[in-house]
Protein backbone atom coordinates (compact mmCIF):
# COMPACT_ATOMS: atom_id res chain seq x y z
CA UNK A 1 0.00 0.00 0.00
CA UNK A 2 1.20 3.38 -1.20
CA UNK A 3 1.06 6.38 0.31
CA UNK A 4 -1.77 7.55 -1.57
CA UNK A 5 -3.42 4.57 -0.86
CA UNK A 6 -3.36 5.33 2.69
CA UNK A 7 -4.91 8.75 1.93
CA UNK A 8 -7.70 7.23 -0.48
CA UNK A 9 -8.26 4.73 2.43
CA UNK A 10 -8.60 7.76 5.38
CA UNK A 11 -10.42 10.27 3.12
CA UNK A 12 -13.04 7.17 2.38
CA UNK A 13 -13.24 4.32 4.43
CA UNK A 14 -11.35 4.63 7.81
CA UNK A 15 -12.21 0.85 8.07
CA UNK A 16 -9.43 -0.18 5.75
CA UNK A 17 -6.41 1.87 7.14
CA UNK A 18 -7.30 0.21 10.25
CA UNK A 19 -7.60 -3.37 8.12
CA UNK A 20 -4.13 -2.57 6.74
CA UNK A 21 -2.57 -1.55 10.72
CA UNK A 22 -4.14 -4.84 11.81
CA UNK A 23 -2.14 -6.46 9.17
CA UNK A 24 1.14 -5.11 9.36
CA UNK A 25 0.70 -5.66 12.63
CA UNK A 26 0.16 -9.28 12.83
CA UNK A 27 3.19 -9.88 10.41
CA UNK A 28 5.58 -8.57 13.03
CA UNK A 29 4.53 -10.16 15.54
CA UNK A 30 4.44 -13.33 13.84
CA UNK A 31 8.08 -12.42 12.19
CA UNK A 32 8.82 -12.25 16.19
CA UNK A 33 7.00 -15.22 17.01
CA UNK A 34 8.93 -17.43 14.99
CA UNK A 35 12.55 -15.66 15.57
CA UNK A 36 15.34 -18.29 16.39
CA UNK A 37 15.61 -19.02 20.49
CA UNK A 38 12.28 -17.12 21.22
CA UNK A 39 10.10 -19.86 21.88
CA UNK A 40 7.44 -17.18 23.77
CA UNK A 41 7.47 -14.01 23.59
CA UNK A 42 6.41 -13.31 27.07
CA UNK A 43 9.31 -15.63 28.53
CA UNK A 44 12.05 -13.50 26.81
CA UNK A 45 11.41 -11.14 29.64
CA UNK A 46 12.47 -13.54 31.91
CA UNK A 47 15.27 -14.29 29.56
CA UNK A 48 16.28 -10.93 29.90
CA UNK A 49 15.91 -9.96 26.14
CA UNK A 50 14.53 -6.56 27.21
CA UNK A 51 14.06 -5.14 23.64
CA UNK A 52 12.26 -8.21 21.78
CA UNK A 53 9.53 -8.20 24.48
CA UNK A 54 9.38 -4.73 24.93
CA UNK A 55 8.44 -4.71 20.66
CA UNK A 56 6.18 -7.86 21.39
CA UNK A 57 4.39 -5.83 24.01
CA UNK A 58 4.25 -2.68 21.80
CA UNK A 59 2.72 -4.75 18.75
CA UNK A 60 0.32 -6.15 21.52
CA UNK A 61 -1.12 -2.82 22.60
CA UNK A 62 -1.08 -1.57 18.86
CA UNK A 63 -3.08 -4.69 17.63
CA UNK A 64 -5.78 -4.02 20.37
CA UNK A 65 -5.82 -0.70 19.56
CA UNK A 66 -6.53 -0.65 15.85
CA UNK A 67 -8.93 -3.63 16.76
CA UNK A 68 -10.62 -1.38 19.47
CA UNK A 69 -10.25 1.38 16.13
CA UNK A 70 -12.31 -0.46 13.97
CA UNK A 71 -15.06 -1.25 16.29
CA UNK A 72 -15.51 2.05 16.65
CA UNK A 73 -15.62 2.58 12.75
CA UNK A 74 -18.14 -0.34 12.43
CA UNK A 75 -20.47 1.09 14.91
CA UNK A 76 -20.47 4.63 14.03
CA UNK A 77 -21.18 3.56 10.43
CA UNK A 78 -23.91 1.30 11.55
CA UNK A 79 -25.47 4.59 12.99
CA UNK A 80 -24.72 6.54 9.90
CA UNK A 81 -26.33 3.75 7.91
CA UNK A 82 -29.12 3.82 9.68
CA UNK A 83 -29.99 7.53 9.53
CA UNK A 84 -29.37 7.49 5.43
CA UNK A 85 -32.63 5.98 6.05
CA UNK A 86 -34.46 9.38 6.83
CA UNK A 87 -33.83 11.15 3.67
CA UNK A 88 -36.68 13.74 4.62
CA UNK A 89 -33.99 15.02 7.03
CA UNK A 90 -31.62 17.67 5.88
CA UNK A 91 -28.00 16.41 5.72
CA UNK A 92 -26.92 19.18 8.78
CA UNK A 93 -29.56 18.43 11.17
CA UNK A 94 -28.89 14.44 10.73
CA UNK A 95 -25.21 15.30 11.49
CA UNK A 96 -25.68 17.02 14.41
CA UNK A 97 -27.89 13.98 15.51
CA UNK A 98 -25.22 11.49 14.87
CA UNK A 99 -22.53 13.41 16.45
CA UNK A 100 -24.34 13.91 19.73
CA UNK A 101 -25.81 9.87 20.03
CA UNK A 102 -21.89 9.20 19.26
CA UNK A 103 -21.18 11.46 22.38
CA UNK A 104 -23.47 9.93 24.17
CA UNK A 105 -22.33 6.50 23.50
CA UNK A 106 -24.93 5.36 21.26
CA UNK A 107 -24.32 3.04 18.36
CA UNK A 108 -27.05 1.91 16.90
CA UNK A 109 -30.90 2.99 17.27
CA UNK A 110 -31.80 0.15 18.79
CA UNK A 111 -29.46 0.65 21.87
CA UNK A 112 -31.61 4.17 22.64
CA UNK A 113 -33.69 3.66 25.62
CA UNK A 114 -35.57 6.58 28.05
CA UNK A 115 -32.44 7.64 29.85
CA UNK A 116 -30.38 8.29 26.52
CA UNK A 117 -32.93 10.56 25.03
CA UNK A 118 -32.51 12.34 28.45
CA UNK A 119 -29.23 12.74 27.53
CA UNK A 120 -30.24 13.71 24.06
CA UNK A 121 -32.36 15.92 25.73
CA UNK A 122 -29.91 17.93 27.58
CA UNK A 123 -28.04 18.23 24.81
CA UNK A 124 -30.55 19.95 22.59
CA UNK A 125 -31.29 22.28 24.97
CA UNK A 126 -28.07 23.75 24.30
CA UNK A 127 -29.50 25.15 20.95
CA UNK A 128 -30.99 28.30 20.83
CA UNK A 129 -35.29 28.45 20.14
CA UNK A 130 -37.80 25.95 21.75
CA UNK A 131 -39.21 25.22 17.87
CA UNK A 132 -35.73 24.13 17.32
CA UNK A 133 -35.40 21.92 20.36
CA UNK A 134 -38.52 20.57 19.68
CA UNK A 135 -37.66 19.88 16.29
CA UNK A 136 -34.97 17.77 17.08
CA UNK A 137 -36.62 15.92 19.62
CA UNK A 138 -39.39 15.03 17.43
CA UNK A 139 -36.96 14.11 14.81
CA UNK A 140 -35.14 11.90 17.32
CA UNK A 141 -38.34 9.79 18.54
CA UNK A 142 -39.29 9.31 14.93
CA UNK A 143 -36.46 7.77 13.87
CA UNK A 144 -36.47 5.34 17.12
CA UNK A 145 -39.92 4.76 16.37
CA UNK A 146 -38.78 3.61 12.60
CA UNK A 147 -36.33 0.96 13.66
CA UNK A 148 -38.72 -0.52 16.25
CA UNK A 149 -40.49 -1.08 13.05
CA UNK A 150 -37.28 -2.14 11.26
CA UNK A 151 -36.88 -4.89 14.11
CA UNK A 152 -39.81 -6.10 13.80
CA UNK A 153 -39.86 -6.54 10.28
CA UNK A 154 -40.06 -10.50 9.00
CA UNK A 155 -41.46 -11.38 12.69
CA UNK A 156 -45.03 -12.68 13.73
CA UNK A 157 -47.18 -10.25 15.81
CA UNK A 158 -47.11 -11.90 18.67
CA UNK A 159 -43.22 -12.32 18.76
CA UNK A 160 -42.68 -10.53 21.47
CA UNK A 161 -39.28 -9.51 23.07
CA UNK A 162 -40.07 -8.20 25.90
CA UNK A 163 -38.30 -8.95 29.05
CA UNK A 164 -38.26 -7.39 32.95
CA UNK A 165 -35.83 -5.03 34.07
CA UNK A 166 -35.23 -2.68 36.50
CA UNK A 167 -35.10 0.62 34.84
CA UNK A 168 -37.27 3.22 32.94
CA UNK A 169 -39.54 1.77 30.80
CA UNK A 170 -41.17 4.47 28.26
CA UNK A 171 -44.25 3.03 26.28
CA UNK A 172 -43.51 5.48 23.33
CA UNK A 173 -40.47 3.26 22.89
CA UNK A 174 -41.92 0.07 23.15
CA UNK A 175 -40.09 -2.53 21.49
CA UNK A 176 -43.53 -3.52 19.76
CA UNK A 177 -43.88 -1.17 16.81
CA UNK A 178 -48.25 -1.28 16.76
CA UNK A 179 -48.39 -0.59 21.21
CA UNK A 180 -45.48 2.14 20.37
CA UNK A 181 -46.50 4.22 17.62
CA UNK A 182 -50.00 4.62 19.65
CA UNK A 183 -48.36 6.78 22.15
CA UNK A 184 -47.15 10.32 22.35
CA UNK A 185 -44.11 10.94 23.76
CA UNK A 186 -44.73 14.82 24.18
CA UNK A 187 -47.94 13.86 25.83
CA UNK A 188 -48.19 13.20 29.36
CA UNK A 189 -44.58 12.11 29.30
CA UNK A 190 -44.85 11.47 33.21
CA UNK A 191 -47.29 9.08 32.51
CA UNK A 192 -45.98 7.45 29.76
CA UNK A 193 -42.69 6.74 32.06
CA UNK A 194 -42.75 3.47 34.48
CA UNK A 195 -39.56 3.74 36.43
CA UNK A 196 -38.67 0.03 37.62
CA UNK A 197 -35.48 1.13 38.75
CA UNK A 198 -36.83 2.85 42.02
CA UNK A 199 -36.24 1.07 45.21
CA UNK A 200 -38.73 -1.99 46.01
CA UNK A 201 -39.79 -4.82 46.34
CA UNK A 202 -38.50 -6.71 43.00
CA UNK A 203 -41.50 -9.25 43.65
CA UNK A 204 -44.29 -6.12 43.51
CA UNK A 205 -42.50 -4.60 40.71
CA UNK A 206 -42.79 -7.18 38.32
CA UNK A 207 -46.30 -8.41 38.65
CA UNK A 208 -46.50 -4.44 37.80
CA UNK A 209 -44.65 -5.17 34.57
CA UNK A 210 -47.07 -7.85 33.82
CA UNK A 211 -50.07 -6.08 34.62
CA UNK A 212 -48.69 -2.73 32.35
CA UNK A 213 -47.72 -5.80 29.44
CA UNK A 214 -50.91 -7.67 29.65
CA UNK A 215 -52.56 -3.76 29.26
CA UNK A 216 -50.83 -3.02 26.38
CA UNK A 217 -51.77 -6.08 24.30
CA UNK A 218 -55.19 -4.60 25.16
CA UNK A 219 -56.76 -3.60 21.76
CA UNK A 220 -57.70 0.23 22.43
Request: with cysteine.
Amino acid sequence: MTLMHLRIAVWYKPERLLEYIYFRQTIIHDNIARSEGLASLPSAHRKGDESRYNLWYTNQRGIQKALDLKRGCMAKSLLHKELQRFPDVPVRKKTRIQNILKDIGINSLEELGYEEREKYLREIEKLKGNLLQKSYLGELDAMKLASIKWAAEGKAASDWNVRYSEQKFFLPYFPVYKIAKSFDPEEDREILLWDFSVKGYKTLKRQVFKVLLFICRLPA
